[in-house]
């Protein structure tokens, strides 16, 4: 499905205008972790279901999808046996996000009769811009600027950390966090630690780090994309 480009603050906005909106429902301020599921039936008024999606779909590598007529997301039950809850939150995110930015698209894609009003994502579609979108969305869901900066300064004193190693000068063991790649995932795990943020995981967080600016990667190897050995 095409949609329109979004400025990223246009969705960061709409992220914090969803936490508004459920303060004003639950009564208290929001503080991570975000309870996601409990914004998209008590806020939102959706409905929240895991099933086999792959089976019900018919296709393979399926995470989620989101039924615009039927006010229903559906999340694959398998990522329930997937170990550490961040995928599975970070996914019913995603789904939000493409409930808020881009049902009206589908209901249009419907009525033109070219699509039907579902929305499906697959692990191979996350370059494409409708995924992307969805994805900065569950990011800024899920970790709020203004929580992120203050859980980073919590635990590293500086305003940014910039990697220009890839392995670690100092040997194991340390007291300290040698900013370099193969130190992502700690690096991640401290803020994650600092701000409360217990159900995300730690790749979610070490791309939000650089999306915010917090964490400046001068060396070629990207960050966070392989599993570190050191935690995870
Ligand atoms: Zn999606």
């Known amino acids: 499905m095409k ?10 906005k709409a992220a914090s205008g969803l936490i508004a909106d459920y303060e004003a429902v639950a009564g208290y301020p929001v503080a991570p972790p975000v309870p996601v599921e409990d914004i998209i039936e008590r806020s939102l008024g959706l409905t929240l279901s895991f099933e086999d999606l792959e089976t019900i779909l018919g296709s393979k590598g399926v995470l989620g999808a989101t039924y615009v007529g039927a006010r229903l997301i559906c999340i694959n039950e398998r990522l329930l046996e997937q170990g550490p809850e961040g995928r599975l939150i970070f996914t ?21 009769a070219s699509n039907g009003d579902v929305i499906v994502c697959r692990t191979g579609n996350a370059r494409e811009r409708i995924e992307w979108q969805a994805d900065y969305f569950a990011g800024c869901l899920l970790m709020p600027q203004k929580e992120v900066v203050s859980a980073f300064h919590e635990a590293f004193a500086r305003d940014a950390l910039v990697l220009h190693n890839m392995k670690s000068a100092i040997g194991p063991p ?11 995932a700690r690096i991640a795990a401290m803020v994650c630690e600092a701000g409360g943020f217990t159900n995300v995981s730690m790749h979610a967080m070490i791309i939000r780090l650089q999306e915010l600016g917090l964490l400046i990667n001068r060396t070629d190897a990207p960050v966070g994309w392989r599993e570190s050995p050191t935690i995870c």
């Open 3 to 12: 949609v329109p480009w979004l400025v990223k603050e246009k969705i960061a």
């Open 92 to 112: 019913c995110a995603h789904e939000v996000g493409h409930w808020v930015l881009h049902r009206r698209y589908a209901q249009a894609a419907m009525r033109q």
């Open 174 to 184: 340390s007291l300290f966090v040698d900013p370099c790649v193969e130190n992502w």
